[in-house]
């Protein structure tokens, strides 16, 4: 299959409660930079990096392991949107993207694929795609801040 033709594949319940819970508290404790995918971005929203934090490197190994995956990480961070905002179409670096939504509330939004599916939000879900197809975070219509922890990486 090549990498070009590389449908978005969805993962359900990926995470132990214990290990879910845990990344949850994690994002309380993180340090937040205001953010916009580019420069027409006209929605900001806050972006934490977490190259350095053990237990990203440690989820991204489970993914690989359960998954049978074998990409190299490149880097991985941190999105969080505030309430009634939402992304703009844009592009990754590198060749694959991992997407996980950890959040356990309802209305934050799908992710929405250009020329795609649109994915729920679904807590405990992770989404593997193609990083050159462009896709946003939906409008997210809840009251809470939604987060989406990214993994981006090279075949």
Not at 59 to 86: A, D, G, M, W
Request: charged residues 30%; proline residues 4%; glycine residues 4%.
């Amino acid at each position: 299959k090549t990498r070009d033709k590389m449908k978005p594949q969805i993962y359900d319940d990926v995470l132990e409660k214990s290990l879910l819970k845990y990344v949850q508290l994690e994002l309380i404790t993180m340090s937040w930079h205001i953010h916009k995918s580019n420069d027409e971005d006209k929605n900001f929203f806050y972006f934490c990096p977490t190259d350095n934090l053990l237990s990203h490197n440690y989820l991204f190994n489970i993914f690989q392991e359960k998954f049978k995956t074998k990409h190299t990480k490149v880097r991985n961070y941190v999105n969080c949107y505030p309430p009634k905002v939402s992304g703009i179409f844009h592009s990754d670096g590198g060749d694959v993207t991992y997407l996980f939504f950890p959040d356990e509330f309802e209305k934050t939004g799908s992710l929405i694929f250009k020329n795609g599916p649109k994915i729920e939000y679904k807590t405990n879900r992770l989404v593997i795609f193609d990083a050159k197809q462009e896709h946003k975070a939906e409008q997210n219509m809840s009251d809470q801040m939604r987060h989406t922890i990214a993994w981006k990486t090279l075949i």
